[in-house]
T-cell receptor, first 113, second 117 residues
Framework: KNQVEQSPQSLIILEGKNCTLQCNYTVSPFSNLRWYKQDTGRGPVSLTIMTFSENTKSNGRYTATLDADTKQSSLHITASQLSDSASYICVVSATGTASKLTFGTGTRLQVTL | GAVVSQHPSRVICKSGTSVKIECRSLDFQATTMFWYRQFPKKSLMLMATSNEGSKATYEQGVEKDKFLINHASLTLSTLTVTSAHPEDSSFYIC?????????????FGPGTRLTVL
């Protein structure tokens, strides 16, 4: 069964600090992995998308890594801002599944003063 | 590019009425659209896959007569919640698929908050 697990479930950090979110998956055959940011009451917004051959991808203060051998990914947020408070969802796509995605349960990040 | 809109963003209705939610891809054509449901503090749950010009494919446990999906054009899919009840209250999100160099990429709408009284 395809599964995506994220940790931690929730996280509180001070503004300006860095943090790293983790994602482990068992989706096979692997196509790509995406990180989304979802603000409360809004739809998910794509941060990064990585295929099998990519190890790292950055989008501003967000840097995602992918280890296809261990089936792990991380999302590193640098110099956090209050606006980074949101849920971060790891989503994995398998090939040949008509674009069906396997969603992680998300990490709820709260950035405080 | 790749903007997906939903309308309405928020709707409150009485029990027993039907509610229609629209999902539009504004700047690209989407042969496939997906409808999700999300409960508070939970991840998105796929309800159905909608293909233009054909019947939607529903996930196990989702009542097709309860959640009517129409995908009449390459830019519009609608979800109608028929005879809504309080347990149908939820956050409904659609996504539209666009083919790119990395395959099919999904772009999500902003969601529709449905409250059934």
């Amino acid at each position: 069964k395809n599964q995506v697990e994220q940790s931690p479930q929730s996280l509180i950090i001070l503004e300006g600090k860095n943090c790293t979110l983790q994602c482990n998956y068992t989706v096979s055959p692997f196509s790509n992995l995406r990180w989304y940011k979802q603000d409360t009451g809004r739809g998910p917004v794509s941060l990064t998308i990585m295929t099998f051959s990519e190890n790292t991808k950055s989008n501003g203060r967000y840097t995602a890594t992918l280890d296809a051998d261990t089936k792990q990914s991380s999302l590193h947020i640098t110099a956090s801002q209050l606006s980074d408070s949101a849920s971060y969802i790891c989503v994995v796509s398998a090939t040949g599944t008509a674009s069906k995605l396997t969603f992680g349960t998300g990490t709820r990040l709260q950035v405080t003063l | 590019g790749a903007v997906v809109s939903q309308h309405p963003s928020r709707v409150i209705c009485k029990s027993g009425t039907s509610v229609k939610i629209e999902c539009r891809s504004l700047d690209f054509q989407a042969t496939t659209m997906f409808w999700y449901r999300q409960f508070p503090k939970k991840s998105l749950m796929l309800m159905a896959t909608s293909n233009e010009g054909s019947k939607a494919t529903y996930e196990q446990g989702v009542e097709k007569d309860k959640f009517l999906i129409n995908h009449a054009s390459l830019t519009l899919s609608t979800l109608t919640v028929t005879s809504a009840h309080p347990e149908d209250s939820s956050f409904y999100i659609c996504s539209a698929t666009r083919t790119s160099g990395i395959g099919n990429e999904q772009f999500f709408g902003p969601g529709t908050r449905l409250t059934v009284l």
